[in-house]
């Protein structure tokens, strides 16, 4: 297949490199010139914009920072729409806000191009060894026909009904994400405190029932207390905790254990550790536990 890809970050090169692998062909564009020259070095084809990527191909994966990247990646002088092509399929497997995309798809569909809300769950590292979950969204039969392109980029695909669905779907894992992240960190400072090897701890823990997959992720790092090689970055993951705080609201949910768990993202990002994983909570717990980092 012929396949398109807007954003060739962490996750947007991921996708790329395990695409190419398949023996699928990936047109690729990025803002960060960077970028689009690594893709050109890695087996892809690099353009110089979104409305180049549209005009060579059918199936287009977006993957985004953020909602106003998504608006101008669509409908920009030289977006996705500005030459469009009836009957092409754009997989948007950002997380965004869910307002951010359902306009996106109000505005495909008025140029009669089918848009799919797609996002992926699992961090950076584990795109990289197709260990993703999609949760697909939107249009039965445009879905059917992204299968191959599915398979090539993640372990497993989720239909899970209307367009937005997908979405909501994102904003449920990450809530997990976060409280088992935090949760995770607690545990390697309570066996700091407890006198063990946490390394041990790790190796023990993830055997038994107090394991996740958040415990299993990123227990490495919190064991050797390495933080600088990010899956998720703390400021990165400072938007997805307000997209969470947003859509709570909205549906009036009560999350208690999310809303105790973010002050301690922030108190990550305030010591000045944006660019860091998130793991790094786990530093945050052990500063109040007074140990030596």
């Known amino acids: 297949m012929n396949i398109g890809l807007v954003g060739l970050g962490m996750m947007g090169s991921a996708f790329a490199n395990n695409l190419i692998r398949q023996g699928h062909r990936v ?9 689009n020259r690594w893709l050109s070095g890695h087996g892809g084809i690099a353009l110089s914009c979104a409305t180049e990527v549209a005009e060579t191909t059918e199936f287009i994966i977006t993957s985004l920072p953020s ?7 669509l409908d920009g002088t030289q977006g996705l729409l500005a030459r469009p092509r009836t009957g092409q399929i754009i997989i948007e497997t ?23 809300d797609c996002p992926v769950s ?43 669905n997908g979405t909501r ?32 701890v790790y190796e023990v ?11 299993e992720v990123r227990g490495p790092m919190m064991a050797e207390k390495r933080y600088d ?27 208690p254990l999310f809303l105790a768990s973010a002050p301690y993202y ?10 860091k994983d998130t793991a790094s909570v786990c530093a945050i717990l052990e500063r109040l536990g007074n140990l030596e980092n």
């Open 229 to 255: 090689e990010p899956t998720m970055r703390v400021d990165l993951w400072q938007k997805d905790m307000r997209l969470i705080s947003e859509y709570v609201r909205a549906v009036d949910c009560p999350t």
């Open 266 to 275: 922030t108190a990550a990002q305030a010591a000045g550790w944006g660019n």
């Open 169 to 200: 779907m994102k904003f449920i894992a990450n809530l997990l994400v976060a409280i088992h992240n935090l949760s995770a960190a607690e545990a390697f400072v309570l066996g700091q405190k407890s006198g063990l090897d946490p390394k041990q």
């Open 205 to 215: 823990i993830k055997d038994g029932a107090g394991t996740s997959r958040m415990f």
């Open 122 to 164: 699992g961090t950076s590292a584990q795109a990289v060894q197709r260990d993703l979950a999609i949760y697909a969204s939107g249009n039965a039969n445009a879905l059917e026909k992204c299968h191959d392109l599915f398979r090539a980029i993640a372990r497993s695909v989720h239909f899970v009904g209307p367009f937005g």
């Open 27 to 35: 047109f690729g564009f990025d803002i960060e010139p960077d970028r």
């Open 94 to 116: 950002s997380t965004l806000s869910l307002k951010a995309k359902e306009q996106a798809r109000d505005i495909t569909n008025s140029k009669a191009v089918t848009m799919l």
């Open 67 to 73: 909602d106003e990247a998504l608006l101008e990646v």
